[in-house]
C-alpha cells in the first residue's frame, strides 16, 4: 500500500507528455454513445436511473441508455479523469461513475472519453481535451429539428468540438493540435433519431427523405474535417424497424418497413458520402460500419450468436416490454446476455459488445474500406 501513493504521482507526471504526443477518441452522436452529457441538461431523455447500469461497475446507473457499457465504452475503456488505483479489483474502482477499465476489454488501446460537460466543469480543461472528449448525447440528430431542445444535437455537438479546438489551441499552439487530432480517431453514431423523427410525420419518399439528411451530414463532416479531423469512423443506423418500440406498434409483432427501408438506403447513402469526400480531401481517412446489414444477420440468425430474444426488450412495461421506457418502475429480465434489445429502443450491452467487435477487427460488407483498427494505425 506505501507503494500507491508514489505511483499514483508517476502516473500524473508521466501522462502530459504521453497524451499530448499521441493520438486520442473522441466521440459523437446520440444514446448510443452519450456517457452522461445528457446528465447536465434538463430533458426527459435521461437514463441515469435504474434497471440502466444494472451491469455496468458497481450497478451504477451514469447515463448510459443500456444495462451496462455502450458502444463508446467498447471503443476504449471508462476512464476516469483520476486514476486512483489499479491495484482493486474492478467492482471496487469506480469513482464518480467512471471505472477504470477492465483493460483486456480495449478495443482501439484509447481509453473511452469522460462527457464533454464533465469537462467543461472542472478546471484544467483544455489538458482534458487532448485526452478524448465525448460530445454525444441522447436523442441528438443530424437534424436540428430532431429531438430539438432537448438534447445536444449534432451541429451542437460540432460547436463544441470547436470550442476545445480553440481551448487545445490556446494551450499547445495550432500546430501541435493539428498534428494530434490528426493522428486521432473521431467516431461518430448519428442518423437513427432522424429516422425515428420523421416515421410519424413522413410525407418524403425514403429516397428523398435520406438526401436531405446526407446532405446535411457532408457539411456537418466538412465542418470537423476543418476543424481538424482526418480519422472518422461513422456507424450507420440498424434495422430501426426491429427495435421493439416500432415492432410493438405493428399488430402482428413484426418490423416496421419503413423504418428498415429508410435505414438500409441511409447506410448505402452515407458510405458513398464518404467515398466521395475521401476523393475529393485526399488526406481524410474513414471506417464505415454498415450497422443496417449488422443488425439484420443478429436478428435473423441469433442463435448464431447466443441470443435467444430479439423481439421483446428486457426492460419496460407492456407488450413486448416495449410501450414504457427501462424505469425503476419497469420490469427488467435477468437473462440480459440472452436479449439483443435492453429497452424500447437500445440494445443490450451483449448486442453492442458483438457489433462493435466486428467494427474494430470486421470486413466488407459490413466495415469497409478498412476497418477502425486499421483505421487506428493509418
Ligand atoms: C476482462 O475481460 C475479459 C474479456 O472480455 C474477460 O474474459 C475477463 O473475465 C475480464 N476480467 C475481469 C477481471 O473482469
Ligand atoms: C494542466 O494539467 C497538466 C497535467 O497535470 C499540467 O501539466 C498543466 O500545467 C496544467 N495546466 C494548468 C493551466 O493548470
Ligand atoms: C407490419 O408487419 C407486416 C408483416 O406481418 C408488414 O407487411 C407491414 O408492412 C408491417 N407494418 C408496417 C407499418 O411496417
Ligand atoms: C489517409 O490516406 C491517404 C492515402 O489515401 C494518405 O496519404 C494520408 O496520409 C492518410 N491520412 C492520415 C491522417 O492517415
Given at each position: 500500500?506505501a507503494?500507491?501513493?508514489?505511483?499514483?504521482?508517476?502516473?500524473?507526471s508521466?501522462?502530459?507528455?504521453?497524451s499530448?504526443?499521441?493520438?486520442?477518441?473522441?466521440?459523437?452522436?446520440?444514446?448510443?454513445?452519450?456517457v452522461?452529457?445528457?446528465?447536465?441538461l434538463?430533458?426527459l431523455?435521461?437514463?441515469?436511473?435504474?434497471?440502466?447500469?444494472?451491469?455496468?461497475?458497481?450497478?451504477?446507473a451514469?447515463?448510459?441508455?443500456?444495462?451496462?457499457?455502450?458502444?463508446a465504452?467498447?471503443?476504449?475503456?471508462?476512464r476516469?479523469?483520476?486514476?486512483?488505483?489499479?491495484?482493486?479489483?474492478?467492482?471496487h474502482?469506480?469513482?464518480?461513475?467512471c471505472?477504470?477499465?477492465n483493460?483486456?476489454?480495449?478495443k482501439?488501446?484509447?481509453?473511452?472519453?469522460?462527457?464533454?460537460?464533465?469537462?467543461?466543469s472542472t478546471?484544467?480543461k483544455s489538458?482534458?481535451?487532448f485526452?478524448?472528449?465525448?460530445?454525444?448525447?441522447g436523442?441528438?440528430?443530424?437534424?436540428?429539428?430532431?429531438?430539438?431542445?432537448?438534447?445536444?444535437?449534432?451541429?451542437?455537438?460540432?460547436?463544441?468540438?470547436?470550442?476545445?479546438?480553440?481551448?487545445?489551441?490556446?494551450?499547445?499552439?495550432?500546430?501541435?493540435?493539428?498534428?494530434?487530432?490528426?493522428?486521432?480517431?473521431?467516431?461518430?453514431?448519428?442518423?437513427?433519431?432522424d429516422?425515428?423523427?420523421?416515421l410519424?410525420?413522413?410525407?418524403?419518399?425514403?429516397?428523398?427523405?435520406?438526401?436531405?439528411?446526407?446532405?446535411?451530414?457532408?457539411?456537418q463532416?466538412?465542418?470537423?474535417?476543418?476543424?481538424?479531423?482526418?480519422?472518422?469512423?461513422?456507424?450507420?443506423?440498424?434495422?430501426?424497424?426491429?427495435?421493439?418500440?416500432?415492432?410493438?406498434?405493428?399488430?402482428?409483432?413484426?418490423?416496421?418497413?419503413w423504418?428498415?427501408?429508410?435505414?438500409?438506403?441511409?447506410?448505402?447513402?452515407?458510405?458513398?458520402?464518404?467515398?466521395?469526400?475521401?476523393?475529393?480531401?485526399?488526406?481524410?481517412?474513414?471506417?464505415?460500419?454498415?450497422?443496417?446489414?449488422?443488425?439484420?444477420?443478429?436478428?435473423?440468425?441469433?442463435?448464431?450468436?447466443?441470443?435467444?430474444?430479439?423481439?421483446?426488450?428486457?426492460?419496460?412495461?407492456?407488450?413486448?416490454?416495449?410501450?414504457?421506457?427501462?424505469?425503476?418502475?419497469s420490469?427488467h429480465?435477468?437473462?440480459?446476455?440472452?436479449?439483443?434489445?435492453?429497452?424500447?429502443?437500445?440494445?443490450?450491452e451483449?448486442?453492442?459488445?458483438?457489433?462493435?467487435?466486428?467494427?474494430?477487427?470486421?470486413?466488407?460488407?459490413?466495415?469497409?474500406?478498412?476497418?477502425?483498427?486499421?483505421?487506428?494505425?493509418l
Amino acid at each position: 500500500m506505501a507503494l500507491l501513493p508514489l505511483f499514483f504521482l508517476a502516473l500524473l507526471s508521466w501522462a502530459p507528455v504521453e497524451s499530448l504526443g499521441h493520438k486520442a477518441l473522441y466521440v459523437l452522436g446520440d444514446s448510443l454513445a452519450d456517457v452522461g452529457n445528457n446528465n447536465y441538461l434538463s430533458t426527459l431523455l435521461k437514463a441515469n436511473f435504474p434497471y440502466n447500469g444494472v451491469d455496468f461497475a458497481g450497478g451504477k446507473a451514469t447515463g448510459r441508455f443500456s444495462n451496462g457499457k455502450n458502444a463508446a465504452d467498447f471503443l476504449g475503456p471508462p476512464r476516469c479523469l483520476f486514476i486512483f488505483s489499479l491495484s482493486l479489483p474492478p467492482s471496487h474502482s469506480v469513482f464518480n461513475g467512471c471505472h477504470v477499465g477492465n483493460l483486456s476489454a480495449e478495443k482501439l488501446g484509447f481509453a473511452s472519453p469522460p462527457p464533454y460537460l464533465a469537462i467543461t466543469s472542472t478546471t484544467n480543461k483544455s489538458y482534458a481535451f487532448f485526452q478524448g472528449v465525448n460530445f454525444a448525447s441522447g436523442g441528438a440528430g443530424i437534424l436540428d429539428s430532431t429531438n430539438k431542445g432537448k438534447c445536444l444535437s449534432f451541429n451542437k455537438q460540432i460547436v463544441y468540438f470547436s470550442k476545445a479546438y480553440k481551448a487545445m489551441v490556446g494551450q499547445a499552439g495550432s500546430c501541435q493540435t493539428q498534428e494530434h487530432l490528426a493522428k486521432s480517431v473521431f467516431a461518430i453514431f448519428i442518423g437513427s433519431n432522424d429516422i425515428f423523427g420523421h416515421l410519424q410525420e413522413s410525407k418524403a419518399s425514403p429516397q428523398q427523405f435520406v438526401t436531405s439528411l446526407t446532405s446535411t451530414f457532408r457539411k456537418q463532416l466538412t465542418r470537423m474535417y476543418k476543424l481538424g479531423a482526418r480519422k472518422f469512423v461513422v456507424v450507420g443506423t440498424g434495422a430501426l424497424g426491429c427495435c421493439p418500440s416500432l415492432r410493438s406498434q405493428n399488430r402482428s409483432g413484426d418490423c416496421n418497413v419503413w423504418a428498415n427501408s429508410v435505414s438500409d438506403l441511409y447506410n448505402q447513402a452515407a458510405a458513398s458520402l464518404l467515398r466521395e469526400m475521401k476523393t475529393q480531401l485526399g488526406d481524410m481517412n474513414y471506417s464505415f460500419f454498415n450497422t443496417y446489414l449488422a443488425f439484420l444477420e443478429l436478428i435473423l440468425r441469433p442463435e448464431k450468436y447466443g441470443f435467444t430474444e430479439v423481439k421483446a426488450a428486457c426492460c419496460g412495461l407492456g407488450d413486448l416490454n416495449a410501450e414504457v421506457a427501462c424505469t425503476p418502475f419497469s420490469s427488467h429480465c435477468r437473462n440480459r446476455k440472452d436479449h439483443v434489445f435492453w429497452d424500447y429502443y437500445h440494445p443490450t450491452e451483449a448486442t453492442v459488445k458483438l457489433l462493435v467487435a466486428e467494427m474494430v477487427d470486421g470486413t466488407a460488407p459490413l466495415v469497409y474500406p478498412v476497418n477502425a483498427k486499421r483505421l487506428s494505425a493509418l
